[in-house]
């Protein structure tokens, strides 16, 4: 599972990617109604089954190939590394403010 992929909470870099994904999934589902949107005007009926089971076949086909894993592996490893990033900022500002704790109170002239 992803973190949210609003595009506020990330860098342009995995902003761009996010979106390639996003047309990705969109383009697979598109081809897919299209196929079904096909099929409910045709006049034979069994012809119109026939070709609403091939546009199903055929999406879990290249669901099967991994249509948009290029992409999501390229996403996910952005996400990693902007994940990696921050928790490697946190981590030095948390040894800053344990630094400062240490240090007590300055003194005020």
Do not use: W
């Not at 006049?43 to 070709?51: A, E, F």
């Not at 089971?53 to 290029?70: A, I, K, P």
Request: glycine share 2%; net charge positive; proline share 3%.
């Amino acid at each position: 599972m992803h973190p949210d992929l609003s595009p506020h909470l990330h860098t342009d870099e995995c902003n761009e990617l996010i979106t390639h994904l996003r047309q990705c999934h969109t383009e697979v589902r598109r081809s897919l109604k299209c196929h079904i949107a096909v099929c409910f005007m045709c006049t034979d009926r069994q012809y119109s089954i026939n070709l609403v089971y091939s546009s199903h076949t055929q999406h879990n086909v290249m669901r099967f190939f991994g249509t948009c894993n290029d992409m999501d592996r390229a996403m996910r490893q952005c996400l990693k590394k902007e994940r990696l990033e921050k928790r490697e900022r946190s981590k030095q500002h948390a040894i800053e403010m344990k630094k400062r704790l240490k240090e007590g109170p300055k003194e005020q002239i």
